[in-house]
């Protein structure tokens, strides 16, 4: 047998073209049946296990899926905004603890999650070093923001601007980062978490500036009342917030209208999600609320629902595969006939030519067997970023 | 003709279907050791002799056995394992195998039956065999970038070298330039003496025929309808 196995090891080293050919094309037949399973179990894992534990979610009436998907997963889909008002009514409804998410801005392509403290322990999330945000400015990152841009306890991380064109835009803000997050193979491993407020300053509706009453330079102040000072644009915004200016951050404007993306709402019971959903149903014309893995459990049927179709080419397609390297081997076999008929004459059994052509597709079956599985592997060490870059960025 | 005959052919007969070849053989002795050329024109069944002998066919009648053992009465198994332990055969075209090189090429009966095996032995005669023959330094190559001289040096050292008792050669020295066809030759002859091996030559040339014990032509066995 082993001399079968060394007879055809030569064949296909000889023939190595067409055994690359062959192994390639039987490899990848294979893998992609199996690489289709994996990338879609790892999307319903991905996908369910974050909507399963979040029980109700608030934001604005529009595409419910566009929702979720920003809400749990900080997705580039953007539903209307909501204000802080529905923060308070869901406080003031004493049914479920509202948790606020504002999740417009970037730092370095990473999203910045501006929430409160309690998403921290709703979430479960602990921190690995440092500490949680305290002060106006500051950020907790994930642990793969952290370790891809090799960013530490101390260091900053500068806000992206919306658009590079708008140059009277708000200046991006400079934040210290003051604790990293325990690495939990989720999107938080890839967020920035600040403040509500925060966020709030990033999009300029609150900022912190030079103290216009100390002003003396007679270019800087355009006018002086008893009730307000009009400055030029030449005075200093600040574009990072520490202690020696944080004194002079202040928001304009109605805090209660202020804008978020949406609420995480946690019932205190089942009951009270049944009524607060109710509430919505029957009181609130501008925005929803949706149990996400509902919303999930409907997209992953559509998905699934291709991938019953993705199934059936992929079937089909082997059966192609198989049938053409049947034919490769039929051909090839009768382009050595005069081959075996020599190994024939010189006195070898037709078990042995039999045993010859085994070998020859034993290896072949092998060596497509162990790249498939490679390619598999390489595919599982990727699958969460795949998964994250197919269906949920 | 000596006192010991090694292969005796009794009242063969075989023909091929519709096709009108009918091979027709009443009596032939072959003696130990003696080296027959066979002749005869193409078709006549020169080809088919060598097939018969070696147990590659078998006859519709008579026999043909070699050393005592009737080889067309054997079964199939052992028909393959008496040719490849006890016959060494030069085919037409040299038939080596392209994707094995020289030394695999000359080991190669040795690794497709159970009836033989490669041992330190058998790797000490095949270099001393390629040494003798002139392809020592030859082993390692493929056999496609041979000359026809060499490639047929190889088809030699892989018949002999189960050192048989019975060399079959067809047509051993065609497509070869008259130098390389005496060098041949010679190389035949002189590997079928170190074994004191019978050999039976099927050839064209009859400017070599001289050389050889005793000339079989052909013609007188074979029947064919002109095409």
């Known amino acids: 047998m082993i001399d079968s196995f060394y007879l055809a090891w030569r064949y296909i080293v000889f023939n190595r073209v067409k055994t690359i050919t062959l192994v390639l094309c039987i490899s990848l037949v294979s893998f992609l049946p199996f690489a289709l399973k994996t990338l879609l179990n790892e999307s319903e894992h991905q996908l369910m296990s974050r909507a399963t534990t979040t029980p109700l979610l608030v934001g604005a009436k529009g595409n419910s899926l566009d929702l979720v998907m920003n809400s749990l997963y900080f997705s580039k889909e953007k539903p209307d905004f909501i204000s802080m008002k529905a923060i308070e009514k869901i406080m003031d409804s004493y049914l479920a603890l509202p948790i606020p998410l504002y999740t417009r801005f970037h730092a370095r392509d990473y999203p910045i999650v501006g929430t409160t403290l309690d998403y921290f ?10 500490r949680a945000f305290a002060m106006l400015g500051e950020c907790v990152i994930g642990a793969d923001v952290a370790s891809r841009l090799n960013i530490n306890v101390g260091d900053s991380i500068l806000s992206s601007p919306e658009n590079l064109f708008d140059l009277a835009g708000v200046y991006p803000l400079k934040m210290k980062v003051t604790g990293i997050l325990d690495k939990t193979n989720s999107v938080d491993d890839k967020a920035v978490f600040v403040d509500l407020k925060t966020t709030w300053v990033i999009q300029g509706l609150g900022h912190g500036h030079q103290d216009v009453k100390t002003l003396k330079q007679s ?11 009009t400055t030029s644009a030449k005075i200093k915004q600040y574009t990072e917030i520490n202690t020696a200016n944080l004194e002079s951050f202040h928001f304009h404007g109605d805090p209660s209208i202020y804008p978020l993306t949406s609420i995480i709402a946690v019932p205190q019971d089942e009951k009270s999600a049944t009524i607060l959903m109710g509430r919505y149903l029957s009181e609130q014309k501008n925005q929803q609320i949706v149990r996400p893995k509902q919303v999930i459990e409907d997209l992953l049927g559509n998905i699934f629902q291709i991938k019953e179709f993705i199934d059936a080419v992929v079937l089909i397609v082997a059966m192609a595969m198989v ?9 090839s076999f009768r382009l050595r006939q005069k081959e075996i008929g020599t190994i024939l004459h010189l006195g070898c059994s037709r078990s042995t030519v039999v045993k010859l052509i085994g070998a020859e597709i034993l290896i072949i079956a092998m060596f497509s067997g162990m790249l498939c599985y490679s390619a598999l592997l390489v595919l599982q060490h990727f699958q969460g970023e795949i998964v994250h870059k197919l269906f949920i960025s | 003709m000596g006192d010991f005959c090694l292969i005796n052919i009794d009242s063969l007969e075989l023909s091929y279907g519709n096709s009108g070849f009918r091979l027709s053989i009443p009596q032939l002795k072959i003696d130990d050791a003696e080296k027959v050329a066979v002749i005869g024109p193409s078709g006549s069944g020169k080809t088919t002799l060598l097939r018969l002998i070696s147990g590659i066919i078998v006859p519709q009648k008579g026999h043909v056995s070699i050393d005592g053992t009737i080889v067309s009465r054997l079964s199939d198994t052992q028909r393959r394992d008496y040719r490849i332990t006890n016959i060494g055969f030069i085919f037409q075209d040299f038939e080596l195998l392209d994707y094995l090189n020289v030394e695999d090429n000359i080991l190669h009966p040795y690794r497709i039956t159970q009836a033989l095996k490669i041992d330190a032995q058998v790797r000490t005669r095949a270099s001393e065999l390629a040494l003798e023959l002139g392809i020592q330094n030859k082993m390692k190559r493929l056999t496609n970038t041979l000359s026809q001289g060499e490639k047929q040096r190889t088809a030699i050292c892989r018949a002999m070298m189960i050192s048989p008792k019975l060399v079959l050669a067809d ?17 035949l002859f002189r590997s079928a003496d170190s074994n004191k091996a019978t050999l039976i030559a099927v050839t064209h040339d009859h400017e070599l025929l001289d050389r050889f014990d005793r000339v079989i032509d052909f013609k007188q066995y074979c029947e064919a309808e002109a095409v």
């Open chain 1, 121 to 130: 322990e709703f979430r479960k999330r602990t921190i690995s070093t440092g």
């Open chain 1, 219 to 229: 270019g800087d102040v355009l006018s002086r009342s008893e009730k307000s000072i």
């Open chain 1, 323 to 331: 049938l053409a390297v049947f034919l490769i081997f039929s051909l």
């Open chain 2, 171 to 187: 047509e051993a020295t065609g497509n070869l330039d008259p130098s390389n066809k005496t060098k041949i030759l010679d190389t």
